[in-house]
Each structure stands twice: as structure tokens, then as C-alpha cells.
């Protein structure tokens, strides 16, 4: 043990009341599925943590009736202070329950409870009180008199932020007065099902939530349903075309958020300091599965040196480990899938000529793990400059002048977010103007705040989801509507 050691500081477990199987939420209620049950592992363990139920689609067909009904029947016959008074209620119990959420999330997705605690599960609860706001002031919010709801709205959402991402799907759909089916991933369905337990305690009307569980192949069943009349996807971008060609010509409002390559640049004037905290934040945080990612840095040519060298001790003082570890920065990759693929984009990025640097970790005997590494000597043409690698790995690129980092950064087939760090603002707002990036920082980097909208260009997707633009995505405007 070092000098700077710390003791273990784990966050007990105790406060979670885990079922040994879940199944899927219906009609208020839960129900045995009709598809083949699956198993949640702790990607850092890779010890069961529950049965999960897998929604034929028989179940998805009584998921989607469920919310039809529930829609006609009462969600969109209340006022919209009623319907408020509902997500204010989820709030409050989102945050009453916040450290039991916190503690699942990290057991299941394998993110440290730093992170889940004063980062995912505080914002899924502000995101709550934020819609709830809206919900009986829509004719309000610039998008027309009196807009209407669309009807039934089908979500399938990512691992990388489940519950957050469900709380980004849900509270917009309830506050412009559509009902939901959401399918969490597979591999991190725990914290919806203890949402499902939130929405029984705050009493929603039974089916304006429905909450299943399962796969691709659910998720499909879902998106194609052919009585929602919105579609939200948030995922990798090979399974969002997908779904945009199914949808096409059915009616129904599709909004996209895909992935990312986002580039994170820095120029010679920035405050190096916070520059390196806001590189080891833009891509270490949530071991780098973050479609905002800043994976690509565009460092100015004449600090290079200076930013890897105090980037790489940076970094050799990261913590990997145990994600219910409260001095834990870096916890488990997700999956091992994931895991594979991180190490098979690393190995071609070093076959393809660039510089590999990996911090020192002990890495625990079992769990996925993988510990922070930067790629120096980029070239814009390599795979790990272009693909997204969803994982802990900076690429490093440089530029010389202002245009040449708007040209590189725009380099990609992606446009979802884009970091710049300098000591002036008129630079700022030069260079953030060009860039083809839904979102772009100033001297910060993956703030998230309600107000505030985000999506992508390009093959990031398309549509907005947070802000008053959020709102948009759920009720009927000229051009779009409702099937029914
Ligand atoms: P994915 O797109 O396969 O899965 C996302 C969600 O879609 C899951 O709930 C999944 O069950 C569901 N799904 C899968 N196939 C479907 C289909 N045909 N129809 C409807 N739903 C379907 O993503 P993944 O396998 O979890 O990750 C693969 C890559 O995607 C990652 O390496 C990363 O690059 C990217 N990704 C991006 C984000 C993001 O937030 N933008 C999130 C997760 C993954």
C-alpha cells in the first residue's frame, strides 16, 4: 500500500431490497413474460444479481393496449396540473429513494457511485421536477395554441445512463400528455424496475407507464407496434437507421440520439489546469461510455507536449476499481461485449501506427475492466479517430490554427457535442459557431442541465430532448401527428 493510500470505503448494499426475478411492468402492475428470461450480472463481479422477464411479443402488444387505453381513457382526459402533480410526486420519491437508485445503478451498470450518486440519479430527479413544470403550461412553450399529445410513445433506451436516459424519455412523454412503453437495455434493466416500484408508490394511473424488459428483438417489436405514434431512440447509430427505415411512411414521430465522436479542443491560451480536468471528465467519466464523449482531443501543436505530460499524471492518479467504492473514479466496463470491443479498436489503433499509453491499474481478477488509455500520434484517418469507441480511450490530434481545429473537428460522419477551452470568449464564440455539434462546452465539458436541449447532426440523429425543444418531440405540430 502506497503512502496516499486509501482505505476501502464501500457503499453498503443493504438499503436495496432486490427480488430474485423481475417481471415486466403492465398495466400498473407486474406480470410474468412470455419470452425466455434472461440474467442482470454486476459487470464487476460477474455475479448474478436477478432474473429478469423477456416481453414476447405477445407482451409488448399488451404493453402497447395498455398505454392505448391508459391514454384514452384517463392520462389524456387530466389537466395538466394534474399530470404535473404526478411527476412531482416522482420527483420527490426519486429522491427520497435516491441512494437505493444509486446503488443499483452502479451494481448493474458497473459505474462509480460517485457518479451515480451526485451526478445520474440527481438529474434524473431534476429532470422530473423540470417537465413537471411544463406540464400545465404547454400553451406556453412557442410550439402553438393548445398543442396536442401524440398518443402511445414507444422508448428504448441505452446502458450507458439507464435511469437517467429513462427519466429523458418519460418525463417530456407524461408532461405533453402521451402514455410510454420503455424498454431499458438488457443488460441494465434493475433501476427501471425500481422506477416501476416508484410509479406504484406514486401512484400513476395504471398503463401511462409500462415498462418491459428484453432485447433487440423486443425492442424491435416494440418500435414497430403499429399503434404508438412515437417512436424515441437513444443508441448505437447501425441499430437507430434501422429503425428509421422501418418507421418511415408509418406516421410516426421518430427522434434519434446516436452516437458520437466528439471532439474536445484546446488551444494554447486555455487554462491548462482546468482544461485537464475538463479532458479527464470529457472522456474518463462513466469509463468513457458516454455518446458525448470527448474522445478526440485537438490539442494546439505548441502545448502538446505540456497537456500529455500532465494529462498521463493525471491520470496515473485515477482509482479503478469497485464501483461501489465511494473514492472510485474508474469501475467496471459494462458488458463483455463491450469490453471486447474497446480492446479490438485499442489493438488497431497501435496496428495503425499511433502511440499507445495505458495508465498503471491493478486490474481485479474478475469483472470487465479496462484501465485509461491515450492513443498519441492520431492520424484523422484512423480507425480510433473516426469510430466511436465507447470506451476509456482518448485519441490525440493536434492543429496549428483556429480553422484548421474547426476543420478536424468536423471531420466525422457524427455531431453530437464538441469542447472548446481558451481564455477568450470572442474565440469561443468564433469557433463554437462553426462546429457541427448539437451541444459545444465553453472551459467545461458533459454538463447536463433540463433547460438545456441536446441531440445531434449528422449520424448523431436528429430531434432534441431536454429544454422546451423536448417538448416538441411529444406533441402534434403542422406536418407531423398523431395516427388516430
Ligand atoms: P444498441 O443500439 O444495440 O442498443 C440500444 C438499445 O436498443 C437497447 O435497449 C437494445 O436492446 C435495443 N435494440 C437493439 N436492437 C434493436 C432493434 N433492432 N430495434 C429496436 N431496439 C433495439 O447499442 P449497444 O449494443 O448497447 O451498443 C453498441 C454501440 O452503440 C456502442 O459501442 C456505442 O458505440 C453505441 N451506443 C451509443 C449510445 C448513446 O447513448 N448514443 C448508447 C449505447 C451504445
Redesign the pocket.
Known sequence: MGFLEYAPSPESTAILHLKKSYGLFIDGEFRKGHGKAFVTISPSTEERIADIANASEADVDAAVKAARRAYERTWSKLSGADRGKYLFRIARLVQERARELAVAESLDNGKPIKESRDVDVPLVAAWFFYYAGWADKLDYAGLGPAPASLGVAAQ?????FPLLMLAWKIAPALAAGNTVVI????TTPLSALIFAEILQQAELPPGVVNIITG??DT??AL?NHPDVNKVA????T??GR??AKSTAGSGKKLTL????KAANIVFDDAPIEEAIEGIVNGIFFNQGHV?CAGSRLLVQENVHDEVVDRLKTRLSTLRLGDPLDKNTDIGAINSRA?LD?IRELSDIGESEGADRWTAECVIPDKGFWFAPTIFTNVEASHRIARE?I?GPVLSVLTFRTPAEAVAKANNTPYGLSAGIWTDKGSKILAVADQLRAGVVWANTFNRFDPSSPFGGYKESGYGREGGRHGLAAYLQSSGWGAKR
Do not use: Y
Open positions: 428504448v433506451i441505452p446502458w450507458n424498454k431499458p437495455a438488457e432485447a433487440g425492442g424491435s418500435v431512440f437513444t443508441g448505437s447501425e441499430v434501422l429503425i440520439e446516436l452516437g458520437g455518446c463491450q470491443r466511436e465507447f
